[in-house]
């Protein structure tokens, strides 16, 4: 199993950025995906979290300015990231979990997907 971010960099606070995730055709068919983060000295926090169905959940720190979505005709997984802020700052991993078709997503925990990617850097400067 096989999950390659990019799309990580740095910006000025207000910017946007917008994260990828590839997958294997396997892994992304039968998957519910997410996006994780860790800032230094921080826990990992869930960003944001898609069925397969394409219903989404985001964490409270991030909504209406991320948007999780996924090309099922590449088996890629995005994040678009608008009005960045400092705080935003961290490695963000893309984490899959196989789940069953309309499973709900609502509550996404780190200990619950157990395949990660390497993880990309977002740096955002005041």
């Known amino acids: 199993v096989q999950l390659v971010e990019s799309g990580g960099g740095s910006v000025q606070s207000g910017g946007s950025l917008r994260l990828s995730c590839a997958a294997s055709?396997?892994?992304?068919?039968?998957?519910?995906m997410a996006w994780f983060r860790q800032a230094p000295g921080k826990e990992r926090e869930g960003v944001a979290a898609?069925?397969?169905?394409?219903?989404?959940r985001y964490g409270d720190s991030v909504k209406g300015r991320f948007t999780i979505s996924r090309d099922n005709a590449n088996n890629t997984l995005y994040l678009q990231m608008n009005s960045l802020k400092p705080e935003d700052t961290a490695i963000y991993y893309c984490?899959?979990?196989?789940?069953?078709?309309?499973?709900?997503?609502?509550?996404?925990?780190?200990?619950?997907?157990?395949?990660w990617g390497q993880g990309t850097q977002v740096t955002v400067s005041s």
């Open positions: 984490a899959a979990k196989q789940c069953a078709y309309g499973y709900d997503v609502t509550y996404f925990a780190s200990w619950n997907y157990n395949y």
């Open positions: 055709a396997y892994t992304y068919s039968r998957s519910c």
């Open positions: 898609i069925g397969r169905d394409g219903r989404s």
